[in-house]
């Protein structure tokens, strides 16, 4: 089991900046990647970024370029910075962690943070 926080989401203006934080706990030792999701209402959740534990970073094609995903010096735990934000920004953003078991990974989310772009 591992158990995911998110921090620092809120309200920005078009082209501001945010960073989103979030924190593992449990079995982190077999966490074999961190990514960020975000969902709005009515639309599927959708990859922002992810990242590996060799770091091999993958970014959705609308942030790519504006957001910036990193790993902290301890493994269970990854940050967003949102640079350049827009309004299409805007939406719940999950934590996600693919925990590796044998040849089975299993996903586990955080409880989701608010990001508004908004003037």
């Known amino acids: 089991q591992v158990q995911l926080v998110e921090s620092g989401g809120g309200l920005a203006q078009p082209g501001g900046s945010l960073r989103l934080s979030c924190v593992a706990s449990?079995?982190?030792?077999?966490?074999?990647?961190m990514g960020w999701y975000r969902q709005v209402p009515g639309k599927r959740r959708e990859l922002v970024a992810a990242?590996?534990?060799?770091?091999?970073?993958h970014y959705g094609t609308p942030v790519s370029g504006r957001f910036i995903i990193s790993r902290g010096d301890a493994k269970s735990t990854v940050f967003l910075q949102m640079n350049k934000l827009e309004f299409g920004d805007t939406g719940v953003y999950y934590c996600?962690?693919?925990?590796?078991?044998?040849?089975?990974?299993?996903?586990?989310w955080g409880q989701g943070t608010q990001v508004t772009v908004s003037t």
């Open positions: 996600n962690a693919g925990v590796q078991s044998g040849l089975v990974v299993t996903d586990y």
């Open positions: 449990g079995d982190i030792d077999n966490i074999n990647a």
């Open positions: 990242t590996t534990f060799l770091n091999n970073t």
